[in-house]
């Protein structure tokens, strides 16, 4: 099986910054992309950022220019850096990871961690 564990929400004032991880464990072959999505109270979940395993990212434009996703070394986990927090910028922020699980089984299979809470006061 594969987990996935968010950390890092907190509150923080507007114009603020956090750093959300994620830590993918478990048996799998490899990672082929992760992205962080997230999801206001009353609102459907929406797509924030995007790193595949080559590197590439790519992000919402209401993030863009403010939020970096990135590796870690360790290369099971993915960070989120948000800076210049606003207030619509809050919800819980989930992780979720494109995992092909063998070499014999070539599907990428979606994972999802519970989440992490992020509340930005103005």
């Known amino acids: 099986q594969v987990q996935l564990v968010e950390s890092g929400g907190d509150l923080v004032q507007t114009g603020g910054s956090l750093r959300l991880s994620c830590v993918v464990s478990g048996t799998f072959l490899r990672i082929n992309v992760m992205d962080w999505y997230r999801q206001a109270p009353g609102k459907q979940r929406e797509w924030v950022a995007m790193l595949t395993s080559g590197g590439i990212t790519n992000y919402a434009d209401s993030v863009k220019d403010r939020f970096t996703i990135a590796r870690a070394n360790t290369k099971n986990t993915v960070y989120l850096q948000m800076n210049s927090l606003k207030p619509e910028d809050a919800g819980v922020y989930y992780c979720?990871?494109?995992?092909?699980?063998?070499?014999?089984?070539?599907?990428?299979?979606?994972?999802w961690g519970q989440g992490t809470q992020v509340t930005v006061s103005s």
């Open positions: 979720n990871a494109g995992v092909v699980l063998s070499d014999t089984d070539s599907r990428v299979v979606p994972y």
